[in-house]
């Protein structure tokens, strides 16, 4: 099987897909989303990447699958794997089969559920929060803007078993494309989930990282790994840094239905670009599927500005409290109180990526970069309040100040950016359905 890269949009080698199809491949895929880029793409509905870059890589793969006669599969379309995203993504589909004049049999598997169903499964205590997420409310579940569940192999699988030979599908466990193909051609449960943890990020499990296309041959014994690029190559230890990949423990990945268990895997290079792994283990466990869900929390307005003023630099706190203090008084001007927004000034060359972790928090440094949001119930709110902020960071006196006029340099102009709306996740919890099924329809159709 190949992976062509962490993500759809991302870009790929057309050199690595070439030389990952002289391997006799049973499918090409990739991943097509992540929680990673915030909760913005799942609750806008907005794709992470651009529709020219997802198409670029999207038509390279179909091209493959059509040349091939073997299946192509992408999870989690579009970045987030809601309604919308799908869409975004088949209609790219469309697009690209009628410029080339490809005929096959699609299978379009949502993931975005029904808000009414969610909440008869938290009346019937079917619904349980994940780590230190709390019990879900029904006003938890109504204000979300979308809620999608995190499929696992089976329904791609039942897509494959009824000869679809591209599927594209919603939110998905990142490994569950590959997985169900391994699945398909009889492999064992624990041996496919490894292969589709290797193959879930391309080439993350080769040296050097980047976008570019893994191959995972899978047998009952074993799995090996290797880069289609001869410019990489995989060894044992990162094949065992991305089995680490984005999980508590380090043996233990749970999945839906069940949990690998890697804690006997024994890993060795067969190569100096291949990696062979064996002893990975399935422990079956009660079905549940992960839930995700995005909700509005308002607006924001933002503008950036930077300084290189020693003496503004030493009492750059002070002068801060300063600017919120006299941001509140203008804005009550115009009826909005200090409670009716956020104002946030993130310092970047003091503490603007660690916030209060920063263990370097008496440096001093000779710039800094400052950007400054406004975040409230109405764009309108926002973006006044973002206005008055960046006047008074700009014109605010303080004890030594020397310049007569600004106290930032604003990179452009215009300064202020409005962002529209902004959201959180709401929802990190797992739902027991009946079936694996259940929640993932899937529709197919005759391209």
């Known amino acids: 099987m190949l992976s062509a890269s962490g993500l759809l949009g991302y870009g790929f080698p057309e050199e690595s897909l070439r030389l990952g199809l002289k391997r006799g491949l049973h499918m090409v895929g990739v991943d097509g989303g992540s929680s990673d880029p ?3 793409y799942l609750g806008s509905g907005k794709c992470v990447n651009s529709r020219m870059a997802m ?3 999207m038509a390279l793969l179909l091209k493959a699958a059509m040349a091939h006669k073997i299946p192509m599969m992408i999870g989690t379309c579009g970045g987030a794997g809601g309604a919308p995203h799908l869409k975004a993504c088949v209609d790219i589909l469309h697009e690209i089969a009628r410029e080339e004049g490809f005929h096959f049999k699609l299978a379009m598997i949502h993931s975005e559920q029904d808000k ?4 008869k499964m938290r009346r019937e205590g079917r619904i349980k929060p994940l780590g230190s997420a709390g019990p879900v409310s029904e006003e938890v579940i109504d204000r979300a803007e979308r809620i999608v569940g995190l499929m696992g192999p089976e329904p791609y699988l039942d897509a494959l078993q009824s000869g679809a ?5 919603g939110r998905s466990t990142d490994p569950a494309p590959w997985a169900a193909l391994a699945m398909h051609h009889g492999m064992p449960a624990a041996n496919a989930w490894y292969a589709g943890k290797m193959l879930e990020c391309g080439t993350g499990a080769a040296v050097p990282k980047g976008h570019d296309c893994q191959l995972a041959a899978v047998s009952r014994d074993y799995v090996e790994v ?3 690029s001869l410019q990489r190559r995989c060894t044992p230890l990162s094949v065992a840094i991305q089995a680490l990949h984005e999980n508590a423990s380090p043996v233990a990945h ?6 690998l268990d890697t804690t006997e895997c024994r890993i060795g290079a067969v190569s100096d670009r291949a990696v062979r792994i064996s002893g990975m283990k399935w422990l079956p466990q009660r079905y549940t599927v992960k839930l995700e869900a995005a909700q509005r929390v308002g607006y ?3 503008t950036i500005a930077g300084t290189r003023d020693p003496l503004l630099i030493e009492r750059i706190d002070e002068f801060l409290k300063t600017v919120r203090e006299a941001v509140a008084f203008k804005t009550s001007g115009f009826n909005v109180r200090a409670d009716d927004y956020r104002l946030v000034f993130r310092l970047y060359g003091k503490n603007g990526v660690m916030g209060n972790w920063e263990p370097e928090s008496n440096a001093t440094p000779h710039e800094l970069g400052i950007v400054v949001e406004a975040v409230a119930e109405t764009q309108e709110i ?3 309040v973002n206005a008055i902020a960046r006047v008074t960071l700009l014109h605010t006196d303080f004890p030594g100040r020397l310049c007569k006029e600004g106290n930032m340099a604003f990179p452009f102009s215009p300064s202020d950016i409005e962002r529209g709306a902004i959201y959180e996740f709401s929802m990190r919890h797992v739902v027991e359905p009946d079936d694996p099924l259940q929640m993932f329809p899937i529709e197919y159709e005759s391209v």
Do not use: F, Y
């Not at 030979?165 to 599908?169: R, S």
């Not at 749970?254 to 949990?259: D, F, H, M, S």
């Open 38 to 40: 915030g909760p913005h």
């Open 55 to 57: 198409k670029r890589d």
């Open 116 to 119: 009414a169903w969610i909440n």
């Open 165 to 169: 030979q591209v599927i594209l599908a």
């Open 226 to 228: 290797e880069p289609a």
């Open 254 to 259: 749970k999945e839906p239905g069940g949990t």
């Open 300 to 302: 924001s307005a933002m």
């Open 382 to 384: 926002a973006s006044a």
